[in-house]
């Protein structure tokens, strides 16, 4: 005779067990515990946040409606804000007048990174240069961190959006500052030698250099990144610098990025950007365009250039504004005909710098004469703003 087994009885629940063992399991859900279980008891709830980001991962969540699914986009257009693109000044007030929110939130963030600031100085003291990334206007806090890591040392904060940076402008400033001078006092030498005597100056002192946007237009070439790299090779002087382009990375070919040696640090400030509209081209950045060449860019841009490059730049404007000349530009070869004959460039190298220089601010630009299949110099103004713009300089 087999024995046979009964299937185990299942046990029954009273409505008050129910509710107690529903309540504790709401309880495990939302992180709680009752007083018979201590906090790292294995009921607990072991947050993967600190509580300051925790703190302003829920403000953000509960204030801009994350979650809601009701959130609403604006459809305007600029022109259906009243704004006219025409008037950079109305432009860039608009601008300024924007709300910021959250800014105690921002502002609690910004000194999360600030207490990390003997650990980048550690970090500048081993060797490293250090790079800072993430959303958000950066510059406020590479100047903290500059100001808490140099203390009793001298530094120099860059400005990399600034249209009148240069390598050159850059290594000036550096050795003004480690002596204590004003660049105006320092006497004429090449790139080489002032970075020589950067080295020399670094012997008996640290130097700290924080380059903010160091991915701007005005030091975006190869050149001037290979010399920042070398910068940033000199025993005791400690180099910094931030990126916002998505791209920036690219600039950098394998020797460089050695050179460097760089520690990333993430470090999004949430923070508007309207220190570094100010600085950009407003018309060009609402309608989504490439930045447009105008009369007040490429004055500010010929105002930092050399003697030379802006009769070199005249040659090219007074061919362009001979109106016997139906190709509307001038060819590489009639160019420098014309300043070897004035002594602007003695050969076809140095011509070729200057045009680099104005081609990387886009105040020039390369053209196909449709007549004779040519390639010409072309400035892309019309023939009022260049003469104004000549008049200017």
């Not at 100085?121 to 958000?136: M, P, V």
């Given at each position: 005779?087999?024995?046979?087994?009964?299937?185990?009885?299942?046990?029954?629940?009273?409505?008050?067990?129910?509710?107690?063992?529903?309540?504790?399991?709401?309880?495990?859900?939302?992180?709680?515990?009752?007083?018979?279980?201590?906090?790292?008891?294995?009921?607990?709830?072991?947050?993967?946040?600190?509580?300051?980001?925790?703190?302003?991962?829920?403000?953000?969540?509960?204030?801009?409606?994350?979650?809601?699914?009701?959130?609403?986009?604006?459809?305007?257009?600029?022109?259906?804000?009243?704004?006219?693109?025409?008037?950079?000044?109305?432009?860039?007030?608009?601008?300024?007048?924007?709300?910021?929110?959250?800014?105690?939130?921002?502002?609690?963030?910004?000194?999360?990174?600030?207490?990390?600031?003997?650990?980048?100085?550690?970090?500048?003291?081993?060797?490293?240069?250090?790079?800072?990334?993430?959303?958000?206007?950066?510059?406020?806090?590479?100047?903290?961190?500059?100001?808490?890591?140099?203390?009793?040392?001298?530094?120099?904060?860059?400005?990399?959006?600034?249209?009148?940076?240069?390598?050159?402008?850059?290594?000036?400033?550096?050795?003004?500052?480690?002596?204590?001078?004003?660049?105006?006092?320092?006497?004429?030498?090449?790139?080489?030698?002032?970075?020589?005597?950067?080295?020399?100056?670094?012997?008996?002192?640290?130097?700290?250099?924080?380059?903010?946007?160091?991915?701007?237009?005005?030091?975006?070439?190869?050149?001037?990144?290979?010399g920042l790299s070398e910068l940033s090779q000199i025993e005791?002087?400690?180099?910094?610098?931030?990126?916002?382009?998505?791209?920036?990375?690219?600039?950098?070919?394998?020797?460089?990025?050695?050179?460097?040696?760089?520690?990333?640090?993430?470090?999004?400030?949430?923070?508007?950007?309207?220190?570094?509209?100010?600085?950009?081209?407003?018309?060009?950045?609402?309608?989504?365009?490439?930045?447009?060449?105008?009369q007040e860019s490429a004055a500010v841009v010929l105002s930092?250039l050399s003697n030379n490059a802006r009769e070199v730049f005249?040659?090219?404007?007074?061919?362009?504004?001979?109106?016997?000349?139906?190709?509307?530009?001038?060819?590489?070869?009639?160019?420098?005909?014309?300043?070897?004959?004035?002594?602007?460039?003695?050969?076809?190298?140095?011509?070729?710098?200057?045009?680099?220089?104005?081609?990387?601010?886009?105040?020039?630009?390369?053209?196909?004469?449709?007549?004779?299949?040519?390639?010409?110099?072309?400035?892309?103004?019309?023939?009022?703003?260049?003469?104004?713009?000549?008049?200017?300089?």
């Amino acid at each position: 005779m087999t024995k046979t087994t009964k299937p185990p009885r299942k046990s029954i629940r009273s409505p008050a067990s129910k509710l107690a063992a529903n309540k504790a399991k709401r309880q495990r859900q939302n992180g709680e515990h009752n007083d018979k279980d201590p906090p790292g008891s294995p009921t607990g709830f072991v947050r993967l946040f600190d509580d300051q980001s925790l703190e302003l991962h829920n403000a953000v969540a509960h204030r801009s409606g994350y979650f809601s699914q009701k959130a609403s986009v604006s459809t305007k257009s600029v022109s259906e804000l009243g704004i006219s693109l025409a008037n950079e000044s109305e432009l860039r007030a608009s601008v300024a007048r924007l709300p910021e929110r959250l800014q105690a939130e921002k502002q609690r963030l910004v000194q999360r990174y600030l207490s990390n600031a003997k650990r980048m100085a550690a970090q500048w003291y081993a060797g490293f240069s250090l790079l800072f990334y993430g959303y958000g206007s950066k510059y406020e806090l590479l100047k903290s961190i500059l100001k808490e890591c140099s203390v009793g040392f001298p530094a120099v904060l860059v400005d990399g959006l600034s249209t009148r940076i240069t390598y050159k402008s850059i290594l000036m400033n550096v050795l003004a500052t480690a002596r204590d001078c004003k660049t105006v006092h320092l006497p004429k030498m090449s790139e080489e030698e002032l970075l020589a005597e950067i080295k020399e100056e670094a012997k008996h002192q640290r130097i700290f250099v924080m380059v903010s946007n160091i991915d701007g237009p005005g030091l975006r070439s190869p050149n001037v990144q290979r010399g920042l790299s070398e910068l940033s090779q000199i025993e005791k002087l400690h180099f910094g610098a931030s990126i916002d382009h998505v791209n920036a990375p690219l600039i950098w070919d394998l020797q460089m990025k050695d050179r460097f040696s760089w520690v990333w640090h993430h470090v999004p400030t949430f923070k508007p950007y309207v220190r570094e509209v100010n600085l950009s081209s407003l018309p060009s950045l609402f309608l989504g365009r490439k930045e447009a060449c105008t009369q007040e860019s490429a004055a500010v841009v010929l105002s930092s250039l050399s003697n030379n490059a802006r009769e070199v730049f005249r040659c090219i404007a007074d061919a362009q504004l001979d109106a016997e000349n139906a190709s509307g530009g001038i060819t590489f070869q009639t160019l420098f005909n014309v300043c070897k004959e004035r002594f602007l460039a003695s050969n076809e190298n140095i011509l070729k710098a200057f045009l680099t220089e104005f081609k990387d601010h886009d105040i020039l630009q390369t053209k196909r004469d449709g007549s004779t299949t040519a390639d010409v110099l072309h400035i892309p103004l019309d023939d009022t703003s260049l003469r104004t713009l000549l008049s200017l300089c």
